[in-house]
């Protein structure tokens, strides 16, 4: 089965801090990997995707790595801040899965001030 | 745009009855999708859509149902409401896989639903 793994579970940090958080994925076989953000009782906010060619996307502070034949992503937040607090989700689109996202249960995040 | 939307927000059900989770994408998406979430389970497929008159079954698809008549709709429809449907249901878009990966999947705001 293909799997998705987040590390840690939560991570507490005071502002300012430069921080990774970590996706690893069972099948290099993979279409994209997706970031997202989730806000306390809120929906899913898609962050950076990553195509299986790239080995990096960036949008402001924040900067995603690819890396397939390890299965494993990290997601960089620089300078971070205490609206960054949130779960942050990876999500893979296994090339043989056809359209279905495979999520990780996410890494909690808490920036205090 | 509106991007995906979903009706209602909130809905308490009693075991037994059955309702409609709305879902609707203004992007001309072809491919749709249904997913819950549940605390220590992330996020599990349900349903999905590539297209108005197909419909396949994801992980978890006993106990719903859906139809996609037109491209902008993916209604999901509970037949007979258990607790164990108690969960958060959110509704997905996406372009197709072609164009090399780059079409990210877009997501709803969600449905929080408890029955009783």
């Known amino acids: 089965k293909q799997e998705v793994t987040q590390i840690p579970a939560a991570l507490s940090v005071p502002e300012g801090e430069n921080l990774v958080l970590n996706c690893s994925f069972t099948d290099s076989a993979i279409y994209n990997l997706q970031w997202f953000r989730q806000d306390p009782g809120k929906g899913l906010t898609s962050l950076l995707l990553?195509?299986?060619?790239?080995r990096e996307q960036t949008s402001g502070r924040l900067n995603a790595s690819l890396d397939k034949s390890s299965g494993r992503s990290t997601l960089y937040i620089a300078a971070s801040q205490p609206g960054d607090s949130a779960t942050y989700l990876c999500a893979v689109l296994f090339s043989n899965s056809g359209y279905a996202l495979n999520f990780g249960k996410g890494t909690s995040l808490l920036v205090t001030p | 745009n509106a991007g995906v939307t979903q009706t209602p927000k909130f809905q308490v059900l009693k075991t037994g009855q059955s309702m409609t989770l709305q879902c609707a994408q203004d992007m001309n998406h072809e491919y749709m999708s249904w997913y819950r979430q549940d605390p220590g389970m992330g996020l599990r497929l349900i349903h999905y859509s590539v297209g108005a008159g197909i419909t396949d079954q994801g992980e978890v698809p006993n106990g719903y149902n859906v139809s996609r008549s037109t491209t902008e709709d993916f209604p999901l429809r509970l037949l007979s409401a258990a607790p164990s449907q108690t969960s958060v249901y959110f509704c997905?878009?996406?372009?197709?896989?072609?164009?090399?990966?780059?079409?990210?999947?877009?997501f709803g705001d969600g449905t929080r639903l408890s029955i009783l």
């Open positions: 997905a878009s996406s372009y197709s896989k072609t164009g090399g990966g780059n079409q990210p999947q877009h």
């Open positions: 990553i195509q299986s060619s790239q």
